[in-house]
């Protein structure tokens, strides 16, 4: 193996060796998917490059490479332990009808061989079970054939990305760390289940280093394949992984792309990661979590209540939470997000372009938490007590007044041994629903979503995550359930603006309050509130 390489260097070596075979380099396209509505946040390296595979857009060259900050949403409740990660890192080269399986095979070995430093002694390979001609070249290419292992759809069948989109059988590179990572079986192997030992630990021997993936078919939304016009190529080779292997590190926490972070997270607890296993825990939760959120506010998400933003502040808000377990009673993940941009804002500008944003965003999602936090925990904790399981009246009393993300509330009931009544909850939820409905019949509601939708606008534009001030026009005045054009000294009405700095209640914060100047009078804004019938934001004040 070569000396040890920084990430940079992995990268970059990974980057300059496919532009030296005629790949063209691409940056890395944003979290958001651009102009695919059958995903929530980019999860491969490829999906920037659908249009591409599906025939549908031509690529500028047929031989493509990236390194794509990646995001996956169902080990967010994991993140903590040695193995997941939320937000990472996917190297990729792309053939779109240009090479196939032969010289990915190829390319691969090469890279990992001349490049990195690791010869093809190192690995054991995986094969669709139906992909014979993927078998021939991998034994012709040196790899024995007790080291080639056939898997099925389970393993070795890759896409779509989503609910349609290219797919195809894959291939895949497994390091094998060596015997003292194993299980001891005799039969033990890539994806393989056994236990080590009493303590329940998974065997790691063979971690799987970098996915070929041979596109032949397109899903269809029917769940019908046909095939492509242009057979491609898709792979992807995972930068912490990578790192891990060529840093001579246990896990990701250790190497240099994790370090800033993590010794940020000890200064600020005076906790050290790798004392016990809980403040290990806590300290990389805080070190993840504060990473991924950066990225995902530089490319635009913002906390909410549903779809990215709800990912977002799940993401924060479990941060928060085990920044608490260390003693952490204030704002801090605004340090966590200046040490991120410093590693990472050369490799993605977006940080650095972004960074006064993302720490407003995360400062008042942290600050509009906090109190909600403390009393909602004291809430929950008191319901754990003596009781098996939580009710579903409890979760969705945390879910609704104190902004606890459910997912939060299941993760601290099971740290204390109690179920959870998911089955209440989702009654509470659709009782909430029937609530709404029911309301929205009532002749006042209806009146008032009338005034609303006199008004002619159509959402309130939200400032608060750039500014705390602002200007705009007054859309309307409405006092009695009626538009008025002016009102008097000692009023209470409601204003409608355009743009607004004001937080809306929702999600366990109450709705802020402030004032408004105008040239002929002030108000005092004493709350806001979303109307969520009419997507308007509104606040009630008395003209003083």
């Known amino acids: 193996m070569t000396s040890k390489m920084t990430s940079e260097e992995i990268r970059e070596a990974f980057l300059s060796y496919f532009e030296s075979q005629g790949h063209l380099r691409m940056a890395s396209g944003s979290l958001i998917p651009v102009g695919d509505p059958t995903l929530l946040l980019t999860n491969a390296g490829m999906v920037p490059f659908k249009a591409f595979f599906s025939g549908e857009s031509e690529p500028p060259r047929k031989r493509l490479v990236s390194s794509q900050k990646s995001f996956r949403t169902p080990d967010i409740d994991e993140v903590g332990d040695t193995t997941h990660l939320t937000l990472f890192e996917m190297m990729g080269n792309f053939s779109f009808g240009d090479y196939f399986k032969e010289d990915a095979i190829k390319f691969a070995l090469e890279f990992l061989d001349t490049r990195l430093g690791l010869p093809k002694e190192m690995f054991n390979i995986a094969v669709h079970d139906s992909d014979n001609e993927a078998v021939e070249l991998w034994l012709q290419a040196g790899i024995p054939k007790e080291k080639i292992f056939r898997f099925g759809d389970e393993h070795n069948w890759w896409g779509p990305a989503g609910d349609e989109g290219p797919c195809g059988p894959n291939t895949e590179l497994f390091y094998d760390f060596g015997d003292d990572r194993g299980c001891g079986k005799s039969d033990c192997g890539p994806n393989c289940e056994y236990e080590m030992n009493a303590q329940g630990e998974v065997c790691d021997r063979f971690v799987e280093l970098w996915n070929l993936v041979f596109m032949q078919f397109y899903h269809n939304l029917d769940g019908t394949r046909t095939p492509l016009p242009a057979p491609g190529v898709d792979t992807g080779l995972g930068l912490e992984r990578a790192v891990v292997i060529l840093q001579g590190v246990s896990t990701i926490y250790e190497t240099d792309l994790f370090q800033p972070m993590i010794n940020k997270?000890?200064?600020?607890?005076?906790?050290?990661?790798?004392?016990?296993?809980?403040?290990?825990?806590?300290?990389?939760?805080?070190?993840?979590?504060?990473?991924?959120?950066?990225?995902?506010?530089?490319?635009?998400?913002?906390?909410?209540?549903?779809?990215?933003?709800?990912?977002?502040?799940?993401?924060?808000?479990?941060?928060?939470?085990?920044?608490?377990?260390?003693?952490?009673?204030?704002?801090?993940?605004?340090?966590?997000?200046?040490?991120?941009?410093?590693?990472?804002?050369?490799?993605?500008?977006?940080?650095?372009?972004?960074?006064?944003?993302?720490?407003?965003?995360?400062?008042?999602?942290?600050?509009?938490?906090?109190?909600?936090?403390?009393?909602?925990?004291?809430?929950?904790?008191?319901?754990?007590?003596?009781?098996?399981?939580?009710?579903?009246?409890?979760?969705?009393?945390?879910?609704?007044?104190?902004?606890?993300?459910?997912?939060?509330?299941?993760?601290?009931?099971?740290?204390?041994?109690?179920?959870?009544?998911?089955?209440?909850?989702?009654?509470?939820?659709?009782?909430?629903?029937?609530?709404?409905?029911?309301?929205?019949?009532?002749?006042?509601?209806?009146?008032?979503?009338?005034?609303?939708?006199?008004?002619?606008?159509?959402?309130?534009?939200?400032?608060?995550?750039?500014?705390?001030?602002?200007?705009?026009?007054?859309?309307?005045?409405?006092?009695?359930?009626?538009?008025?054009?002016?009102?008097?000294?000692?009023?209470?009405?409601?204003?409608?603006?355009?743009?607004?700095?004001?937080?809306?209640?929702?999600?366990?914060?109450?709705?802020d309050a402030g004032e408004v100047s105008a040239p002929n009078g002030e108000l005092t804004i004493n709350d806001t509130a979303d109307r969520m019938m009419c997507a308007m934001a509104h606040a009630i004040g008395n003209v003083t």
């Open 265 to 511: 997270a000890q200064e600020l607890t005076g906790k050290k990661w790798g004392s016990d296993r809980d403040t290990s825990y806590a300290i990389a939760t805080i070190a993840e979590h504060g990473r991924s959120s950066t990225f995902l506010i530089a490319d635009g998400v913002i906390p909410g209540n549903e779809g990215r933003g709800y990912v977002l502040r799940r993401v924060i808000r479990r941060a928060i939470r085990h920044g608490r377990k260390l003693g952490l009673d204030e704002p801090f993940l605004g340090e966590l997000v200046k040490v991120t941009i410093d590693k990472m804002g050369g490799i993605f500008p977006e940080l650095r372009n972004n960074q006064e944003f993302i720490l407003n965003v995360i400062k008042l999602e942290e600050e509009r938490f906090q109190q909600a936090f403390e009393n909602g925990y004291s809430l929950l904790t008191d319901a754990l007590v003596d009781t098996k399981t939580l009710s579903g009246e409890v979760m969705f009393r945390l879910w609704d007044t104190y902004g606890f993300p459910v997912e939060m509330t299941q993760e601290i009931a099971e740290e204390q041994g109690v179920a959870v009544d998911m089955d209440g909850f989702a009654k509470e939820m659709a009782a909430q629903r029937e609530r709404g409905r029911a309301s929205s019949l009532t002749g006042g509601d209806r009146a008032k979503i009338r005034v609303y939708e006199g008004l002619g606008v159509e959402a309130t534009r939200f400032q608060g995550y750039e500014q705390v001030t602002g200007s705009s026009p007054v859309i309307g005045l409405i006092t009695s359930d009626e538009a008025v054009d002016k009102v008097t000294e000692g009023q209470d009405i409601e204003i409608v603006l355009l743009d607004t700095p004001f937080y809306a209640e929702g999600g366990g914060q109450v709705g």
